[in-house]
C-alpha cells in the first residue's frame, strides 16, 4: 500500500514541474511586457562597445537621468548603504556631482532591475487575490473540512476578508532575497576576499561589519573589472521572474491554529495522508524550535514525508533552532488552482502550525521586532502615539535590545516562557514540569515587568486594539 502511495506522489511531483514550467513563461512574457512599458530608458547597452571617447565622460542630459535613477533605486531601498555608497557620484575638475560612465550603467541597470521586480510583484499579488478563496478551500478539504480540523485554518485578514500578500510586502522580500542571493554571493564576495580570502558568508558577523566599515570608509576600492560583477547580477533574463517567484513563498500565508495541543497528531495524521497521496504538493519543512523543546510535528513523521516524497526538502540547519524558543511548524506548498479559463496555476503557500497559546504569544511579541526595525507603530494614528509615549515600550524596547547582557537576559526569558508553555500544552511533558510560569524579574529585568513582560504585552496588545478600531478608521 504505502508503496502504491510513494508511485502516485512520484507521478504528481513530475506534473507539478511540467505545469510549472509552462506557467512561468506565460508569466515570464508578461512581466517582460511590464518591463518594455516602463519610463526607465535604457541608456547603456552592455553589449554595445563604448569608444573611449565615449568612455571618457557621461553627458548632461544623461547625467540628469541617471541622478534620477539614482534617488529612484535609493528610495527603493534596492541597494544596502554600503553598495550605494559606492554608487555615489565623484566632484569633477569645477566641483560639481558627476557619474563615471561605470557608475552610470550600474545605476541604470538597477533602476531597470527595481522596476522590473515591481512589475513582479503586481503580477504575483494580482495571482494571490484571485487564487486566495480556491486555496483555502481545498487546504480545508484536506483537514476534514470546517466540521473537522479546517475550521482551525485561518489566512491573512485584511478589512474583514482573506487576504494574499501585498505587492509592496512582496517586492520587500524579492529585494531582500535578491541582496541576500545576488549581491552578497558576488559583490559582497569581492572585498571579502580581498580582506579575508574567505567569501561573505563565511565571515562571522564582525567581520562582515568590518568589510562594510572598509568599504564606507573608502579603504576597499571596486576596480574596473569589478563593475561586470555587477553587471551580470543586475541585467534581467529570463530565469528572473522564476527566482523572484520563488523566493516568495508566503504568497498566501495560512495557519493552522489548534485549541488543544492533543489534537496536533491528528492534524499531523491529515497532513501525512495528504503528502503522501500526492493531495499536497510540499516543498520545504521547517520544524523550528529550542533545545528541550517539542516541534509540533515530530521529527519521525517529517522524515517519513521526505523519505516518501522526493523533492522534500526538509531544513535541518540550526537555522530551526531558535534561542528564544520561538515553536512552529511550517511548510511551504505549491498548490494548483485552475483559473477562469481552466488552465492550473501554482500558487505559492505557506502553511504554519502552532497552538492557541503560542500563536497568541508569538503575535503579541512582533510589536518588539517592529519598533526595532523602525516601523511605524502607531500607524499614523496620534491617540496610539500618544498611548506608547505614556508607557514607555519604544525607550524600553530600545533600552534592552541596546544593552547586550539585557538582551541575552530577555532572550533567556523568552526562550523559558516558550518551554514552559509548550511542556504545560504536552501530555507527555505536563506532569514533568517542576517550575511555575516565567517573569522578567526572574532575570534580573524587574524594572521591565509592567512594559515588556508576555502580560505586559499582552495588555498593550489588547488597549491597541481597541484604539485602532475607535480611531483608526476615522483616518
Known amino acids: 500500500m504505502i508503496n502504491a502511495i510513494k508511485d502516485t506522489a512520484v507521478k504528481v511531483v513530475g506534473a507539478v514541474a511540467t505545469t510549472v514550467k509552462k506557467e512561468i ?11 518594455e512599458r516602463t519610463p526607465v530608458q535604457d541608456t547603456f547597452v552592455a553589449s554595445s562597445p563604448v569608444s573611449k571617447s565615449e568612455a571618457r565622460k557621461v553627458s548632461a542630459v544623461t547625467q540628469h537621468q541617471i541622478f534620477n535613477e539614482f534617488e529612484f533605486i535609493k528610495k527603493e531601498k534596492f541597494f544596502s548603504e554600503e553598495i550605494l555608497f559606492l554608487l555615489q557620484p565623484k566632484s569633477n575638475a569645477s566641483g560639481a556631482k558627476v557619474f ?21 510583484a503586481k503580477t504575483l499579488e494580482k495571482m ?83 568589510v562594510k566599515l572598509s568599504i564606507t570608509g573608502g579603504d576597499v576600492k571596486l576596480e574596473s573589472r569589478d563593475y561586470k560583477t555587477f553587471e551580470k547580477i543586475l541585467t534581467t533574463g529570463k530565469k528572473d521572474f522564476e527566482d523572484a517567484r520563488s523566493w516568495v513563498k508566503d504568497l498566501i500565508g495560512l495557519r493552522m491554529i489548534i485549541p488543544d495541543n492533543a489534537d496536533m497528531e491528528v492534524a499531523a495524521e491529515y497532513l501525512t495522508k495528504a503528502i503522501l497521496s500526492g493531495k499536497l504538493n510540499v516543498t520545504r519543512v521547517s520544524n523550528y524550535h529550542s533545545n528541550h ?6 521529527n519521525d513523521t517529517v522524515k517519513l514525508w521526505k523519505q516518501s516524497v522526493p523533492g522534500i526538502e526538509l531544513v535541518q540547519t540550526k537555522a530551526i533552532r531558535k534561542r528564544n524558543g520561538y515553536t512552529t511548524t511550517q511548510m511551504n506548498i505549491l498548490h494548483p488552482v485552475k483559473d477562469k479559463s481552466g488552465k492550473v496555476r501554482y500558487v505559492c503557500v505557506e502553511l504554519q502550525l502552532r497552538s492557541e497559546e503560542l500563536n497568541k504569544i508569538g503575535q503579541i511579541e512582533h510589536l518588539i521586532y517592529d519598533i526595532l526595525a523602525g516601523k511605524n507603530i502607531s500607524k499614523n494614528i496620534p491617540e496610539l502615539n500618544k498611548y506608547f509615549e505614556s508607557i ?14 539585557k538582551e ?55 488597549t491597541v486594539n481597541i484604539i485602532k478600531e475607535r480611531y483608526g478608521k476615522k483616518r
Open 25 to 35: 513563461k506565460q508569466v515570464q512574457k508578461a512581466a517582460e511586457n511590464t518591463l
Open 100 to 120: 563615471t560612465p561605470n557608475q552610470a550603467k550600474i545605476i541604470n541597470l538597477a533602476a531597470k532591475k527595481a522596476t522590473f521586480y515591481k512589475g513582479v
Open 128 to 210: 494571490g487575490t484571485e487564487t486566495i478563496d480556491r486555496v483555502i478551500k481545498d487546504i480545508k478539504l484536506i483537514f476534514g473540512g470546517e466540521k473537522n480540523y479546517g475550521k482551525y485554518l485561518h489566512a491573512r485578514v485584511k478589512n474583514g476578508v482573506p487576504s494574499s500578500k501585498e505587492a509592496v510586502s512582496i517586492y520587500n522580500k524579492i529585494i531582500k532575497e535578491f541582496n541576500s542571493k545576488k549581491v552578497e554571493t558576488e559583490i559582497m564576495n569581492i572585498f571579502a576576499k580581498r580582506l579575508y580570502q574567505k567569501p561573505y558568508k563565511a565571515l562571522d558577523k564582525i567581520e562582515q561589519e568590518l
Open 293 to 298: 523543546i517539542y516541534p509540533y510535528i515530530s
Open 392 to 405: 514607555g515600550i519604544e525607550k524600553a524596547v530600545h533600552e534592552v535590545f541596546g544593552d547586550p547582557k
Open 408 to 462: 541575552a537576559a530577555y532572550t533567556d526569558y523568552e526562550r523559558a516562557m516558550y518551554s514552559w508553555i509548550r511542556h504545560n500544552e504536552n501530555p507527555e511533558t505536563k506532569a514533568r514540569i517542576s517550575y511555575t510560569r516565567p517573569i522578567l524579574t526572574d532575570f534580573g529585568l524587574g524594572e521591565y515587568e509592567n512594559v515588556l513582560s508576555f502580560d505586559a504585552l499582552k495588555q498593550i496588545d489588547d
